[in-house]
């Protein structure tokens, strides 16, 4: 069936069955590879992308539920790799083997979306990726730097600081 | 100028690297099940000429040559060339070295092997290329070389004020004739700019914006995607499939049986124009498979096995100091307890995976290995070319734990390659990964100790079982012992001894193989043995630790003093001594193990509730791996994510294997560490001794499985034997 999605903002039409994982046609169809396969049963979440503004594993999307609706990925998340937590995560220097980071940012991004500023508590709810190198800590210290990041300069680009108010 | 002027790349020629055999030496057991299967690589001679490219603007680019597996051997090999070069790490550009021994020697990873292989190697090569370009300097402006020096990519002439930047005096740099390795001088080590720094990841920004880097990611024009079914039963073989009715279904290509033979198991392969149909008609395959003998393989016979050997007296003995029996007999006290271990599956991230393309006799490659050398040959056996028809391009790969350094995926790909005529990614499910692993094998070991009336440890026994491949007679891949085993060479009265049981379950290296199942069993005894005494558990392995070495060979042996240092440390570190003011229901355990030429020992606090529920709350390490550490910001990474990855595997990771296959398929029965069970805090601290630097892929990782069983029993008084932990009910918190 021909399906009509918008990924990162382009709208582009594929012709594969509706019930093909969201996950291959990003990756396989439209050649958006940072999106990543690990389990095929939504364990892992290397495949996260943003659907209608939520986290979700793609690999568990038939294409036909996403069709029309707004698909953001890696490649998507920021047009040149500055978003706060790509930012945060070359300055930490999070990734080990780097495979299951994409999908790290894009949980977190979802995170932040509804959550600026996200506790341990909150970080250990929601970021409920795999990473096989075990590279958790840098990825908590990277959410909560791009949130402090965020935060400051909504403060002084915002010229809303409480002293100014 | 011309952009073609400012790219003109000049080569610098490096002469030969001394010092040859850089090959995976540590990893016997799997080079070893490289030649049964299809062929090893062959210890090349090293002849790089390509390290170095210095363009006229003066960017440097550097390739790094290793397999990247996520140990950041991409960024470390270049950090020493690009030491010794003299130049700012900001104009360095890193490239990845495709599979060619001729230009690079030895290219592999495994064993924790690069850092001790590659230090002066790779610092040869930056100072050789160094040393070209002030020769250059000196001829030009006719002084001696010896009044030059440099700094940040230039070379300078105090005396004259004369200076240039590598990029205007490469070119006649790389006329110069190579130098001497052996006679180059080396940097004082405090003058080191990059070596000793945190530098950041050479992927790492493209990795945080998806770009294309592992060998899941290669597109090729023209490119089939292919599944690979197995038979369900370790290394059986397909007889027949309904392959007509597959290929008439949607998107399918091609179907085919392929036929075992050396380095490829017997299996079918589907080819379609996207993978999700070929994954999709697998569910509608109909195969008739031959089994192979591996179809009675069970834990539950190796249990029973292992149960009845361990009644009986060991087939043989691997290590026998003065009269054990006699020792334990007239011990004031004596301990006996039996500890097991599961099979584990690696796990790497991104499951197996190859793109192969075979045309006019000559076959190319895409891939993510470990041994590339290993996986080229093989491929070249599998489709009868010889092995210099083989390109192989080196892929980053999302995780290796050993995994890759068996190569079984490549000739699969190659030869599915080969009779469709067309570019292939063939791609493995997680499912076709976790079942078809070379797995860590389980083990057990039947211990016996004894204490004097002082609670000084005076015998030690163990009868480890074991396993062995069908009719073999000696262990498995990774599953053997060595000699030096601690507490042997300390204790005067100790025998290891080993019985073997016969199976035929495909096992491989994992992360610090041996050394991650053996160190739960031993420091854990260790521990126990502590306690039977009345003795503080790190006073009781330090009064072991300070006793004479026994005479003999010493091989693989570690120098106990080294341990003893870093289990000072890491008790004066954690407040050890003051665990008393630990609230009820909380412990310390601490273990410590010696591996890949590392000294680590590890301290875990563990609260435990009524219910079982394991909250780790703090990791101290205390870690020597010599005089120095390279990348301090991936050091610690890598030892960390080894903690984790350990804590991990002691709590709930266990393969069980029914009827020659795994009992578990994906991550939701295989309980990988999430964020939540990561303890909040994991200090790492480094002892630096005098000692050439060695690896830290691995030699982190063994010591935390005994130091949280050993916590657990600290918070608890229940002495847990059998891994994993959620076996005895523990679950994280």
Not at chain 2, 491 to 507: E, G, W, Y
């Amino acid at each position: 069936m021909r399906v009509t999605l918008n990924v990162n903002g382009k709208s582009t039409t594929v012709d594969v069955p509706g019930e093909m994982p969201l996950l291959w046609v990003l990756r396989d169809v439209l050649d958006l590879p940072g999106t990543k396969f690990g389990c095929g049963i939504g364990q892992c979440g290397a495949c996260t992308v943003h659907l209608r503004g939520r986290a979700v594993r793609a690999c568990q999307v038939p294409v036909q539920n996403a069709a029309g609706a707004e698909v953001v990925t890696i490649e998507g998340l920021s047009p040149d790799g500055t978003h706060p937590l790509q930012r945060a995560w070359v300055e930490l220097d999070v990734p080990e083997c780097g495979y299951c980071q994409a999908g790290q940012i894009m949980t977190a991004a979802a995170l932040l979306q509804r959550n600026p500023q996200p506790t341990d508590a909150d970080i250990d709810t929601a970021m409920t990726n795999l990473c096989r190198c075990g590279t958790y800590p840098r990825i908590r210290a990277g959410i909560h730097r791009a949130a402090a990041v965020v935060a400051s300069s909504a403060k002084g680009g915002g010229g809303t600081t409480p002293d100014q108010r | 100028m011309s952009t073609a002027t400012v790219n003109r790349r000049t080569f610098l020629r490096v002469s030969a690297l001394a010092g040859g055999g850089m090959m995976v030496a540590a990893y016997l057991e799997p080079v070893g099940l490289l030649a049964q299967r299809g062929g090893r690589g062959s210890a090349p001679p090293l002849d790089p000429d390509a390290f170095v490219t210095i363009a006229t603007d003066g960017t440097v680019t550097i390739v790094g040559k290793n397999p990247e597996i996520g140990q950041g051997i991409k960024t470390m090999l270049p950090m020493l060339i690009a030491e010794e070069l003299d130049v700012d790490w900001d104009v360095v550009r890193v490239v990845q070295g495709d599979l060619d021994s001729s230009k690079y020697g030895a290219q592999s990873a495994g064993g924790s092997r690069a850092t001790p292989s590659n230090w002066t190697p790779m610092r040869q090569v930056g100072a050789a290329a160094r040393a070209q370009l002030l020769a250059a300097a000196a001829e030009q402006w006719r002084v001696p070389v010896t009044e030059l020096t440099t700094a940040s990519g230039r070379v300078m002439h105090a005396s004259s004020s004369r200076s240039a930047g590598y990029g205007q005096l490469a070119s006649a740099a790389a006329r110069m004739p190579q130098p001497d390795l052996e006679t180059l001088q080396l940097k004082d080590p405090k003058d080191y700019k990059i070596i000793g720094t945190a530098v950041t990841g050479v992927d790492t920004p493209a990795l945080v914006r998806g770009a294309r880097l592992f060998g899941i990611d290669v597109k090729r024009p023209g490119m089939k995607y292919a599944v690979f079914e197995h038979c369900p039963v370790f290394e059986g073989s397909a007889v027949r499939a309904n392959l007509d009715a597959i290929k008439a279904m949607p998107g399918i290509t091609h179907a085919f049986i392929v036929e075992p033979q050396p380095g490829v198991s017997g299996g079918v392969a589907i080819v379609a124009d996207q993978w999700w149909y070929a994954e999709n008609a697998r569910k509608s395959l109909q195969v008739t498979w031959d089994n192979g003998p591996a179809a009675t393989d069970s834990t539950a016979r190796f249990d029973a096995e292992a149960k009845a050997l361990s009644a009986r007296p060991a087939e043989s003995s691997i290590r026998a100091d003065g009269d054990a029996a006699a020792a334990l007999g007239r011990a004031a006290k004596t301990v006996e307890a039996a500890y097991a271990y599961p099979f584990l599956s690696h796990a790497p991230l991104e499951p197996m995976n190859c793109t192969a393309e075979f045309a006019n006799g000559k076959l190319e490659l895409w891939v993510g290995t470990q041994i590339p050398a290993g996986g080229a040959q093989a491929c070249a056996r599998a489709v009868g070319i010889e092995p210099g028809d083989v390109t192989l391009h080196l892929e980053r790969m999302g995780g290796g734990f050993g995994r890759r350094l068996t190569n079984d995926y490549l000739p699969e790909a190659a030869v599915i390659a080969k009779t469709v005529g067309a570019p292939v990614h063939m791609r493995w499910s997680r499912e076709d990964d976790m079942g078809h692993d070379f797995y860590r094998p389980a083990g057990y070991h039947f211990f016996k100790g004894g204490l004097d009336a002082s609670g000084r440890l005076v015998a030690f026994h163990d009868h480890f079982v074991s396993f062995k491949t069908g009719d073999g007679n000696r262990p498995a891949s990774s599953a053997s012992m060595g000699s030096n085993e601690f507490p042997a060479r300390l204790v005067p009265d100790l025998a290891l001894d080993q019985s073997l049981i016969s199976f035929n379950t495909p096992t491989g290296a994992m992360r610090a193989p041996g050394s991650n199942a053996i160190a739960f069993a031993y420091q854990s005894f260790i521990d126990e043995l502590a306690h039977a005494g009345g003795q503080d558990p790190v006073a009781f392995r330090l009064e072991i630790l300070g006793r004479t070495p026994l005479a003999g060979d010493a091989r693989g042996a570690m120098d106990p003093a080294r341990m003893a240092g870093v289990v000072r440390l890491v008790a004066d570190k954690s407040g050890w001594a003051d665990r008393g003011r630990l609230p009820k229901g909380t412990g310390m355990g601490i273990a410590f193990y010696y591996s890949h030429s590392g000294y680590f020992a590890e301290v875990v606090q563990a609260t435990v509730d009524a219910n079982k529920r394991v909250k780790v709350d703090k990791v101290w390490m205390a870690g020597d791996i010599g005089r120095q550490i390279i990348n301090t910001q991936a050091a610690e990474r890598q030892a960390q994510g080894s903690m984790i990855d350990g804590l991990g595997q002691a709590m709930a990771l266990e393969i069980t294997i029914d009827g020659g296959q795994a009992v578990q398929k994906n991550f939701d029965d295989y309980a990988l560490p999430r964020m939540r069970h990561t303890p909040p805090v994991i200090e790492c601290h480094w002892l630096t001794s005098d000692n050439d630097p060695t690896g830290l892929g691995e030699p982190a990782l063994p010591p935390v499985l005994p130091a949280l069983a050993n916590a657990i029993f600290a918070a608890t008084g229940d002495r847990v034997r059998t891994l994993p932990l959620s076996k005895s009910g523990y679950r994280w918190a």
